[in-house]
Structure formats: structure tokens, C-alpha cells
């Protein structure tokens, strides 16, 4: 039988999963007389942990070290890493069109270019690109995690620009395990119960075959606005950071209960001029309670009042291992199926609508006529009722999400090859489904019509109980539309030695992959045609398209000390082909891609290590092909861009334009797109001068040229001139009325450049009967800046600054670490830490903040965010063979998130959830017995 070199065994584990963050990385960890290979931390060896590192530098993290976190799922332990930043949190998610997604991103360099693998391939993403939506991953299934922060594209694919998070599951003989827990936050909402059981069978010597497998249930509960005093409203007292006057920030919504009403006429000229007007308000004086009068009329809802923080979560996930000997060939078959289900239920505002009132309507003469002059009267061409149906609840989805992963295949000796290949099927269905909130179009209309429903003269919870019954029976629950993604795969890898050189052998990798990737978003027929209020009709799409590479790597021992390797991919990707309509959209894209790195030891207890690569990326099957779609409206609220203060007041869209409010929303493709290319490097040590003692630091750089993304909805409302091409008119089913609106098109937006350095600082000391154990970890970027969507050569940043993109880069992100081991008990104290940025600047001519007194001037104001720290805490205790109990806080001193004005993305206001947890402090307990 061919005997195993330490290279083909590099490619076999990369194959199969073991370790799949390249071949140094594999090579690194092997022991030399080829026995499994397993990353374990080496405590007493400074040469053996030295030997450990690899030309690229790799994060890895075992079951112990997420324990010791407290963490429930694989998104709370990801997010909180420091090398994580630009992530979709689920508390952003939900509310901000991401339905529950939540996601990875290595450096800020976006989610889209971090690559998610499991065992080392990849799996269906949760959007028409590469996102992989890692709660479907079931954390008690993982054994352990490597973070791979250096784009490796010459080995799994050319657009992993930012680098690799590779999940490396369970698998073989293991005993049964129990694990439950419990966590409660002090505060009301948001408890968490968790609970897995797992089972290994077989020695895969002995008796030719090993079975692995795993169940996992997650339960956790919503948190509302309302339980935490920091995100109850959108209606924010503070005092001017500069001069200390009192202040006040509101971000409401027109939409309104009772509701408000805009009249469109014509005066005595003939000019278009249009007047608001809310009956409640005219009728007592004042807006009802949860509503601000901004003097322009109306009455403005607080609908962050009403919202969720974080949603309520089902979960339900299994995996399974195996593997079987095929005779005396020297091969073994293995298999891994995952299937995981997941439902996010998630509530955000009342439902937003608007519908027109004709002026023979009873209700027209008994609410609106008294308030309007004659002209008015006389010259109106239409009434647009704008009501928040609170009285309904607010809307109410079920995102599901049912993950499918199945990958067959077979490794080992063939004709000198150490071979690995596999077929993979994985799938993700996901169905949005309505459970409540939703007015259909007739039947609200119906019931309007016949005077069962009149909502102008009651506020919340005023409406006669019989009215609330009429209202509800209006409203849809069910099927409102699914997304399902298919990919399927095949790859093969070798490896073998080509050549020997007096410091050791030469190596060859060599592999194939192709996929093809079918993504389509179908609607409910029941629904699809603006059957519901102030619905739009659902555009439905379905692409396919296939992708293939080829690679090659080897490996070169220069020295003894000194090795280098030289890798290189060839990527190919179709056009998207339309399986709705028929026919093709976009262009084939190609490239070939290159990484060169080396490693270099110089004595046992220091490495050199450094790469230099390139990347290719292909736009995502919705950014080509997508169709131009209603997307809601903006987060933020906007004074009409097209005004004279702007210079466009007389552009033919103007009259289309409110005068404050939210903009309504188009989001679309762009089949014009070009291929995203990058360049990105890294450069490190490791130094070990002890045993107590250990040192990484890597700096890294990516440059991406070609970048897709969407201008802002802030850049569009704030500089019309330059984006009016952007601007656009939509018709409105429920009004018949047509209204001015943006479009969020992707387009190729220059370039965008990261740059920071990575470091790891360990130190272990024995402190009475126990040893004590240090660590600091973190990320300082340096440079973060991308041109402005739509120039080649205007920089802009969002390093410690909110930025256009409606996001902030943290400088610094820092983990502090202190452990405890003695005895039968293991004390864990762990610091986070992200530096304090400027805020979103609010400027006077949007008016988002006021003076807080009777005159409410609008004044321009940004914030400066502090800093956040939190204190986390664990005990565990191995209270007999088996038994192991744990006990912890998170956010021990129950610090609150830092103030911020925030007004785009998700619906909540007051903080920003993407950068801190409402939950507050929060107690956990929890078991684990293996038997």
C-alpha cells in the first residue's frame, strides 16, 4: 500500500474536513509518525506549539473554549470574536429585511466575502450568493472552529477574499452526552433554554465503520422594546454635547393612529399644492399618546414603541457522521447529513397603510371637509388616508428556515494519489409566512365602505371592541412567499510527492470543483397581486447558474527551516440562466488567481510567516437578475430631497414629493455588473520564549477593486443632485396614487481597502495548587476606506465613524481573558471591549433633532458613542466522572448600550444593536454528563 506523506495527508484531511484551512495549516498540526491528525494545545512544549503554526495564520477554537463563553449557538460565539466585524446580528436582521438572517464577516470586509464551510465544503447560503446563514449550524455538533483570516482563494474558491470560518463537526466512537441550558437576564424577555443529546458508535479500525450522531433543540423567548428603558421609544431627551442645552431626537413615522390625511389640489392658478391634516388632532389639540406633533399638521407615529429587540426562536437540528471501510483497498466511504429547522418569530411595527378617501365619503365630510378652506375644496384631486393599524397588533412573521446538507463520497490511495471526492446535495427552504397584522385589500375597503370601520376618532385602544373584531377580520395569516436555494456538487482532491530536494520532499495538491446553484423567490398566488393593503405586486424570479475551478499548489522545502508554496485557481462562472421566463441574463465571468506563502523558523521558538494572494468574486444571482421590486419604505425619515433648497423643485418628480417622511423603497439588479477583483497579504511571527509565554502577530491587508454594493438610502435623500438618476416614481394599488421613490440598484462602486493587524498574547503561570492562565486578543485596523458610490477618486471611511454605508469600523475590538483551573472547579473572567466612534451626524436641513422647548429649532448635533465593555463570568464544576455543571454571568456589571442616533436598518432606536446586546445581565446555568 502507498505509503502516506505528510503533504497527502494535508490534502485528505483538507478533503474531508478534519482541517480545512489549507495545507500548511494541515501540516502544521500532524504528528510525524502519521497518526490522526488533531489540534491540542501544547502546554509544556514551546518547540511542539511552534511546530503547530503555519505559513497562514489560523484561529482555532475547541468545544472548551466555546463553553467557557456561555454561548447558546454558533451566532453568539462567531459575533463575538474580535476578528468579527460587519456581521447581520439577528436583532438587526429582523425588522431590517434580513428575515433572522445572521451571518460572519472577518475583518469588516463584509459577510459576502467571509467563506463558510462545514468539514471543509461548502453549503447552500441563505441568499442567492455565498451568506451563509450560520445559525442552521447546530453548535452541539461542532467539535471545533478555525478562522482562517488570510483569503485563501487558490484552495476553496477565489472569493474568499476576507477568509475562512471553517466549522469541523463531530464525528466517530464518542460517548453519550447530555448538555441542557438555562440562561434568564435579569430583566424581563429574552430567556434562553437549550438542550442536545449525541452518540458515537464504531472503531473505524476494529470494527470497519463509525457512526456519529447529534439532536440539538434551542428555545428562546422575545424581548420587546418596551422591557428595556434605553430602546422604548423613538422619542430621545439628551442635551447638546457641546453647550449642554436640552435636545430631542424623533424618528416617527406619518402613519398614524387616528390616522392623518393629505390632500393633493389645484389652487386658483392652477399650481399643484397638497395640505395635512389629522382630525384627532384638530378635534382635542393635542396627538394622542405615542405621537409627536412636528407643526406641519400631521401627528407622528413612535412606532419604536411597538417593535421587538430580539424575536422568539425555535430550533431544531441533527447531524449525522459516518464513515465505512471498503475491504483491503485502503479506502474509506464517508457520508455527512445535517437537517436543521428553524422558526424566528419575529413582530415589528403596525401595519403601515394608506388608501384613498373619496370626497362623497361620509366619512370624508364628517372628519376632513370642517378643516379645509374652500380652495382646497374646490381644487381637490385627491384624499390619501395614512393610518398605522395598531388596533390589529403589529405584523407578525414566521421566518422559517429548513437546511438540508448531505455530502457522499470516498478517500484514499489511488494509482499514488492520495484522493479525496464527494457529491454534495444541501438545500435551503425558506418560507415567510404571515401570522398576523396584515389587512387585505377588499376587505378592509368593504368594511370602510359600510361604515363598520371608522378609525379617525379613536386612539389606541379606544376602538370599540365590535370594530377591533371587523378590523381583525380583515386581516391575512399564512404563505406569503418562499425562498429556496439548491446547490449541487462535485469535488475531487489529491496530493502526491513529485520530487525530492536535500531539505525534503516536494509536494503536489491538485483538485476540481463544480456547482450548480439554483436560486428562486415564488410567491403565494393567494397574495401576490397587491391583494393586500398598501401591497405592491410580488415579483417572482428563479436563476440557476454553474461555477467550476481548477487548482494547483506546491509545496517547496527551500531549507530545513525555510518552505514555500505557490498556488494557483482557475474560476469560471456562467451567466445566470432565467428558469421562470426563459433566456439568459448577465455575461460568463472567468479569472485565474494566484497565492504565494512561506514559513520560515528560524529557531524552535520563533516562526516568520507571510502570504500574498488575489481574489475574484461574481456579483450574487439577485444583484445580476433581480427584477425591480417594492422594498417598504426607508429607515430613516427625510424632508423632501427635490425641493428648492436643493435646486429641484421644479424636476418633474417634485410633485411627487411629501413634504417629511419616509421615502418609498425599490431594490433591483443590475445585469451590468463586472466581477469584483482583489488583492490581500498577510505578514507574521510567532514567538514562544517560554512555556508560559506565547506570542502571535499578523498584520493584513485586502484591496478590492470593482466593489458591489448599494448607494445608501442616506447618500440618495442627501444629495439628490448627484443620485437623481436613482429617484423614481411607484404607484400605489391601495391609493391609486403615484409617490416619488428611491431605487437601491447595486452597482460597482471603485474601491474599498482594509488594513489592521491581528494579536494573540498567552501566558500561564501556576498560582497556588492551580494554574493560572492570561490571555489578550484582538484586532486594531489601521486604514478602512472606500470611494463614494459613484466616483472613481472620492475616499470616504467608517473607521470609528458612522459612516455612508450606514455602518461603523471599530479600531479596536479586544478579548481579555482570565482562567482559573483548580481542583475540580474552573473560574473564567473574560473582558470585551470596542472602542467608543463618532454617531451619525444629524444635519439642520433633515431635522431629525430640535431644540427641546417651545420653539423646536432644528440644530445640527453628532454624537460622540463611548466605549463598551462588558464583564462575563463562568464557574464550572466536574462534580463527578461524567458530571460537569457551570454557572456564569454575562454582562456582569449590566451595562447598558451606549446612546446612538441611529435612524436606518432595523426599527429600533436609541442604540445601536449591532455593536451591543440589550439583553443586560444575564444569569446562566448549565449540565453536561457523559456516560
Known amino acids: ?185 435579569q430583566h424581563p424577555g429574552g430567556k434562553d433554554k437549550t438542550f442536545s443529546i449525541s452518540k458515537g458508535f464504531g472503531d473505524f479500525d476494529a470494527d470497519g465503520y463509525t457512526l456519529f450522531m447529534s439532536y440539538s433543540h434551542q428555545d428562546s423567548d422575545r424581548l420587546k422594546a418596551s422591557q428595556r428603558e434605553f430602546a422604548k421609544t423613538g422619542i430621545i431627551n439628551f442635551n447638546d454635547p457641546k453647550t449642554g442645552a436640552p435636545l430631542q431626537f424623533f424618528n416617527g413615522s406619518s402613519r398614524s393612529i387616528p390616522p392623518n ?35 406641519d399638521g400631521q401627528c407622528y407615529f413612535d412606532y419604536t414603541s411597538s417593535v421587538e429587540i430580539s424575536p422568539e426562536i425555535k430550533r431544531d437540528g441533527f447531524w449525522a457522521s ?43 365630510a364628517k372628519y376632513l371637509q370642517p378643516y379645509l378652506t374652500q380652495e382646497q375644496l374646490d381644487g381637490m384631486t385627491s384624499a390619501t388616508v395614512k393610518y398605522r393599524l395598531q388596533d390589529l397588533g403589529g405584523r407578525a412573521y414566521d421566518y422559517q428556515s429548513k437546511a ?110 463544480v456547482r450548480k446553484t439554483k436560486f428562486s423567490q415564488l410567491a403565494n398566488q393567494a397574495v401576490a397581486h397587491s391583494e393586500i393593503l398598501f401591497d405592491d405586486d410580488q415579483p417572482e424570479f428563479a436563476y440557476s447558474r454553474k461555477s467550476g475551478g481548477l487548482f494547483g499548489e506546491l509545496e517547496t522545502p527551500i531549507t530545513k527551516e525555510w518552505s514555500v508554496t505557490t498556488s494557483a485557481r482557475y474560476d469560471r462562472v456562467t451567466k445566470l440562466s432565467d428558469d421562470l421566463h426563459g433566456g439568459d441574463v448577465g455575461k460568463n465571468q472567468s479569472a485565474g488567481t494566484f497565492k504565494i506563502s512561506t514559513r520560515w523558523q528560524p529557531t524552535k521558538t520563533m516562526v516568520f510567516r507571510g502570504a500574498y494572494g488575489t481574489g475574484f468574486k461574481v456579483a450574487s444571482m439577485t444583484q445580476i437578475g433581480q427584477p425591480l421590486a417594492d422594498f417598504g419604505v426607508t429607515g430613516g425619515t427625510y424632508n423632501c430631497p427635490l425641493s428648492a433648497a ?64 448599494s448607494v445608501s438610502e442616506e447618500l440618495i435623500a442627501n444629495d439628490p443632485n448627484k443620485y437623481i438618476d436613482l429617484y423614481t416614481i411607484k404607484h400605489k394599488a391601495s391609493t391609486g396614487l403615484d409617490t416619488l421613490a428611491i431605487k437601491l440598484l447595486p452597482i460597482n462602486i471603485g474601491r474599498q481597502e482594509n488594513k489592521g493587524v491581528d494579536y494573540d498574547f498567552q501566558y500561564r503561570e501556576k498560582v497556588w495548587e492551580g494554574k493560572l492562565t492570561g490571555r489578550l486578543a484582538g484586532t486594531y485596523i489601521y486604514h478602512s476606506r472606500y470611494t463614494t458610490p459613484g466616483t472613481d477618486d472620492q475616499w470616504e471611511t467608517s473607521l470609528n465613524e458612522f459612516g455612508s454605508d450606514n455602518a461603523v469600523q471599530f479600531r479596536n475590538v479586544i478579548a481579555a481573558s482570565l482562567t482559573y ?94 455593536y451591543a446586546s440589550a439583553l443586560g445581565r444575564t444569569y446562566y446555568i448549565g449540565a453536561q454528563y457523559k456516560y
Not at 433591483?668 to 469584483?676: A, H, R, Y
Not at 460622540?864 to 454557572?887: I, N
Open 646 to 709: 436643493n435646486g429641484l423643485q421644479n424636476h418633474p418628480l417634485a410633485q411627487y414629493c411629501d413634504t417629511r417622511g419616509q421615502l418609498e423603497v425599490f431594490q433591483g439588479g443590475n445585469p451590468d455588473l463586472k466581477p469584483e477583483k482583489s488583492r490581500q497579504w498577510t505578514l507574521g511571527a510567532v514567538f514562544e520564549p517560554t512555556s508560559n509565554f506565547s506570542a502571535k502577530v499578523d498584520l493584513w491587508s485586502v484591496e478590492i477593486r470593482d466593489a458591489v454594493t
Open 322 to 364: 459516518g464513515s465505512l471501510k471498503l475491504g483491503e483497498t485502503g479506502l474509506r466511504a464517508f457520508s455527512d447529513m445535517s437537517f436543521n429547522k428553524s422558526d424566528i418569530y419575529a413582530t415589528i411595527a403596525p401595519y403601515p397603510a394608506e388608501f384613498s378617501l373619496a370626497k362623497s365619503s361620509p366619512l370624508f
Open 404 to 513: 438540508t446538507n448531505i455530502v457522499a463520497g470516498v478517500e484514499g490511495p489511488v494509482a499514488g494519489w492520495d484522493i479525496n471526492t464527494a457529491l454534495t446535495y444541501s438545500r435551503n427552504k425558506q418560507p415567510q409566512n404571515y401570522l398576523g397584522g396584515f389587512p387585505l385589500a377588499d376587505k378592509f375597503n368593504a368594511a370602510m365602505a359600510s361604515g363598520q370601520l371608522d378609525p379617525f376618532p379613536y386612539a389606541l385602544g379606544e376602538m370599540p371592541a365590535a370594530m377591533q373584531d371587523v378590523l381583525r377580520s380583515t386581516q391575512y395569516t399564512g404563505n406569503y412567499n418562499t425562498t429556496d436555494i439548491k446547490v449541487y456538487g462535485w469535488d475531487m482532491h489529491g496530493s502526491r510527492e513529485v520530487f525530492s530536494l536535500p531539505a525534503g520532499p516536494a509536494m503536489l495538491g491538485a483538485g476540481i470543483d
Open 821 to 914: 483551573d483548580i481542583g475540580r472547579f474552573t473560574h473564567n473572567l473574560t473582558a470585551n471591549y470596542r472602542n467608543g466612534y463618532k454617531d451619525k451626524h444629524h444635519d439642520v436641513d433633515n431635522c431629525a433633532v430640535v431644540t427641546n422647548d417651545a420653539n423646536g429649532d432644528c440644530v445640527d448635533v453628532q454624537l460622540d458613542v463611548p466605549s463598551y465593555t462588558t464583564l462575563d463570568w463562568q464557574t464550572s464544576f466536574r462534580a463527578m466522572k461524567g458530571l460537569e455543571l457551570s454557572f456564569g454571568v454575562k454582562n456582569l456589571t449590566d451595562r447598558n448600550p451606549p446612546l446612538s442616533l441611529r435612524n436606518t436598518g432595523s426599527h429600533q432606536l436609541g442604540y445601536d444593536p449591532r
Open 1 to 185: 500500500m502507498m505509503k502516506e506523506t505528510t503533504l497527502s495527508r494535508s490534502i485528505r484531511v483538507i478533503c474531508a474536513g478534519g482541517l480545512a484551512l489549507g495545507m500548511h495549516a494541515a501540516i502544521a498540526q500532524q504528528a510525524a509518525d502519521q497518526q490522526p491528525i488533531q489540534r491540542v494545545e501544547i502546554t509544556g512544549s514551546s518547540i511542539k506549539r511552534i511546530a503547530a503554526e503555519a505559513s497562514l495564520p489560523v484561529q482555532t477554537f475547541t468545544q472548551k473554549d466555546i463553553q467557557r463563553t456561555g454561548v447558546t449557538s454558533v451566532t453568539d460565539f462567531i459575533q463575538q470574536l474580535p476578528v468579527m466585524q460587519g456581521f447581520t446580528a439577528s436583532s438587526d436582521s429582523v425588522g431590517g429585511g434580513g428575515g433572522g438572517l445572521t451571518t460572519a464577516s472577518i475583518h469588516g470586509v463584509g459577510e459576502a466575502y467571509t467563506l463558510v464551510l462545514v468539514n471543509g465544503r461548502r453549503i447552500a447560503p441563505a441568499t442567492s450568493g455565498t451568506t451563509i446563514d450560520i445559525s442552521t449550524i447546530p453548535l452541539a455538533a461542532v467539535d471545533h472552529i478555525e478562522v482562517l483570516t488570510d483569503g485563501a482563494s487558490a484552495l476553496y474558491g477565489a472569493d474568499a477574499i476576507a477568509g475562512v470560518v471553517n466549522f469541523i463537526m463531530k464525528k466517530g466512537s464518542a460517548p453519550l452526552t447530555i448538555d441542557a441550558k438555562y440562561s434568564d437576564p
Open 261 to 295: 390625511v393629505t390632500v393633493a389640489y389645484k389652487n386658483a392658478a392652477g399650481d399643484k399644492k397638497s395640505v395635512s391634516v389629522n382630525p384627532y388632532l384638530k378635534l382635542n389639540g393635542k396627538c394622542p399618546a405615542a405621537h409627536v406633533d412636528l407643526g
